[in-house]
């Protein structure tokens, strides 16, 4: 897992305990309205995401997350929701514990083919709202809905 020098940092003082993280996700759709998926190292398929760097704008930190996890240029269009507390706290492999606090941003593609830019990402598939597999982090299924995209974000 690819960490900023930032966070890094924060591990060499604070160990594996738990760390508050800013982060961000987008959910991309294919000309279809599939949905874009990852996978790291086979383990649980997940969104494009990441944390937000100090200074960072959540929308600059979902175009270089999505950038430099699946080689994708994309325009945030719009906030689908805003995620936290307990059901979003994660243990990684290594036993650093995290709980985020997620901006989920509709993206459109503006331009690239899914591919893995920094290595961490193994796998890409784009699934229907029907398919879709338990994700690593626990969205509600409502933010996944395309009928449902109007103008009101999920707040959890």
């Not at 760097?53 to 430099?68: H, I, L, Q």
């Not at 805003?82 to 509709?106: M, Q």
């Not at 331009?111 to 990402?121: L, V």
Request: hydrophobic residues 35%; aromatic residues 10%.
């Amino acid at each position: 897992m690819p960490i900023s020098e930032y966070y890094r940092n924060l591990r060499e003082k604070a160990g594996t305990e738990l760390l508050m993280v800013p982060s961000v996700a987008a959910v991309i759709r294919n000309e279809e309205g599939n949905i874009l998926l990852l996978r790291k190292g086979g383990g649980p398929w997940g969104l494009p995401a990441g944390a937000v760097e100090p200074g960072e704008t959540p929308s600059r930190a979902v175009r270089r997350e999505v950038f430099e996890e699946a080689g994708l240029m994309v325009t945030p269009q719009r906030v689908l929701g805003v995620f936290g507390g307990d059901k979003y706290t994660y243990i990684y492999e290594n036993g650093d514990k995290v709980a985020y606090s997620i901006v989920v941003f509709a993206c459109s593609v503006v331009k690239g083919t899914p591919r893995s830019f920094d290595g961490e990402a193994d796998e890409f598939r784009f699934f229907t709202e029907e398919e879709l597999p338990e994700l690593s982090i626990p969205y509600p299924h409502s933010i996944f809905v395309q009928n449902n995209e109007s103008d009101k974000a999920v707040f959890e």
